[in-house]
């Protein structure tokens, strides 16, 4: 597999990941919210039905707002600080953004609590999804990505640092020709 495609798949998967690591981290919290006993309960259980319909905008808002900050982009996919400060803006973002359109759509039912933990939680489960994927991709990477072969022509020190560079930081999977 040419490493285009399989870095287009990779950050493919990564968008799924996201959509069901949010899918999840609502559910999580719903439990933790009103079914655990970490935080009580005053004003009564809502009906799942209503937090569930809110589910399908949540999981749009989240993609979008992980498009606008760039959490895609090809120098934040990588599993590391870009990526954590990424996925923490984003989630708080998206969250906010949706709090924003619930309000103008009349739906404001929410427990403040429930919209307090949920994105961290979502930052929780995103961060450990993504960890998992840039674990699989750095397998596929040694594996089934038909490494890019390279032949440099040259001498003296800027060769030197130039493969020096190249090695230290590889861009794409690379075998060395001459």
Known sequence: MEYGQAFFLYVALMKVGDILAVWGAWHL???????????????????????????????????????????????????????????????LLGTLVFISICYFLYQTGFSRVFLAIFPMVAAMG??????????LWLWAQRTIVRQIRILLIGSGELLEMYVRKLNHHKPYPISWVG
């Open 29 to 91: 919290v719903w439990y933790l919210r009103f079914h655990s006993q970490l935080i009580p309960v005053h004003k009564g259980v809502p009906e799942f039905e209503f937090y569930s319909r809110a589910l399908v905008p949540l999981l749009v808002v989240y993609t979008a707002v992980f498009h606008i900050v760039g959490a895609y982009r090809r120098d934040r996919v990588a599993f590391g600080f870009r990526s954590l400060k990424k996925v923490v803006q984003g989630s």
């Open 126 to 135: 995103i961060l450990a999804e993504r960890l998992c994927l840039w674990t």
